[in-house]
């Protein structure tokens, strides 16, 4: 399998459970990234990875929680989600870290009950 | 405050013709910028670039345009295709910062 593939691609959850977004990136890319994408609005950078060390996060809540074991997998845990947190996640590679071309995977669709 | 904006939500073309989507930006130590195209259902895939000591960059029917005094970029397809209608994004960077500024998207649609 090539490219950057996201599981699950669709989720439903309420807003007392904890569940996890996966992300596999299989082109060989050092720095991964988490993105929120709501309707209407531009994507919004949540968390970045660069060889495995968290670089940046934006302010995200802690309900939020990523995890990158390695340079090719990147996890998002998720607790005790509100409704206005359902919206696409996106996960995203790059080669090198900063301002380098990012590869998407499809997404999750997730919705908060 | 948004720093890359699209101003057009949508925008309608029929097959064959010139396709132009704009994108305007605020920050003025943005030097990289990006154009992405988003199908239903798919992540974001790249499409084209553009760096700031240029003014044009062209692959095949896409070209992008940068106006660095305007602050503007624009994305010019010819022909237009109906496999063109996707959602479009354009994205910004400074050589000094750490991350990609998206626009909201302008869904373009290339009618037969």
């Known amino acids: 399998e090539t490219g950057v593939t996201q599981t699950p691609r669709h989720l439903v959850m309420g807003m007392t459970n904890k569940k996890s977004l996966k992300c596999e990136q299989h082109l060989g890319h050092n720095a991964m990234y988490w993105y929120k994408q709501s309707a209407k609005k531009p994507l919004e950078l949540m968390f970045v990875y660069n060889f495995k060390e968290q670089t940046e996060n934006n302010s995200v809540p802690s309900r939020f929680s990523p995890e990158c074991p390695n340079s090719s997998h990147l996890f998002l845990h998720l607790h005790t989600l509100q409704p206005e947190d359902s919206a696409l996640y996106l996960c995203a590679s790059s080669l090198q870290f900063r301002a380098d071309t990012q590869y998407f995977g499809p997404g999750t669709r997730l919705t908060v009950l | 405050d948004q720093q890359v904006k699209q101003n057009s939500p949508s925008l309608s073309v029929q097959e064959g013709r010139i396709s132009i989507l704009n994108c305007d930006y605020t920050n003025s130590m943005f030097d990289y910028f990006l154009w992405y195209k988003k199908y239903p259902a798919e992540g974001p895939t790249f499409l084209i670039s553009?760096?700031?000591?240029?003014d044009k960059n062209e692959d095949g029917r896409f070209t992008v345009f940068l106006n660095k005094s305007a602050k503007h970029l624009s994305l010019h397809i010819v022909p237009s295709q109906p496999g063109d209608s996707a959602v479009y994004f354009c994205?910004?960077?400074?050589?000094?910062?750490?991350?990609?500024?998206f626009g909201t998207g302008t869904s373009l649609t290339v009618i037969p």
């Open positions: 553009i760096s700031s000591i240029k």
């Open positions: 994205a910004a960077s400074a050589d000094t910062g750490n991350q990609f500024y």
